[in-house]
């Protein structure tokens, strides 16, 4: 927008330039007495001045348009960069709550799963500890009826003797 101002700016001092140089080189090269030479001259630097004013005017003219539009523009872009950064942070909760419930599902499930992982483990030590016991308890009673029929074996043999 600066650069309208600018070429703005730069149109008008270039037409008021042009407006008193072409006025200037006219008369010089007119063949007028100087009383009209002079009243030539003001009449043109008077015309020059008033196209200046508005040249002026239509320049502050769209300068105010150019600011309202900027001012709007301006407003217009907080407004929406006010409600992105609200989506933006309503999603940044809304994603922080739905990874937080996530979470608490999970371990609610792993840890019931560590229950049932632990209590199916428990009853498998438990039968295998049984099964052990069962085993040492018919190997004590082989250890046993072996230990009795050789004590029965050696007093046979002290009897034949």
Avoid at 59 to 65: A, H, L, R, T, Y
Avoid at 153 to 158: G, L, Q
């Amino acid at each position: 927008m600066s650069e309208c101002n600018n070429d703005g700016k730069g149109f008008l001092l270039g037409a008021l330039v042009g407006s008193v140089v072409g006025a200037a080189i006219a008369l010089v090269f007119a063949p007028k007495s100087g009383r009209e030479l002079r009243q030539d001259l003001n009449q043109g630097t008077k015309v020059a001045l008033e196209k200046a004013e508005e040249w002026k005017d239509v320049v502050q003219e769209k300068g105010s348009e150019y600011s309202e539009m900027a001012i709007v523009k301006g407003s217009e872009l907080k407004e929406k960069g006010t409600d992105f950064s609200k989506k933006a942070m309503d999603s940044t909760t809304q994603l922080t709550k739905d990874v937080s419930e996530k979470t608490k599902s999970l371990a609610k499930d792993v840890t019931e799963k560590t229950k049932d992982f632990s209590k199916d483990i428990a009853e498998k030590v438990k039968r295998d500890a049984k099964d052990v016991k069962d085993e040492v308890e018919k190997e004590a009673e082989n250890i046993v009826q072996a230990e009795e029929l050789a004590n029965n074996s050696s007093e046979v043999k002290e009897e034949k003797d």
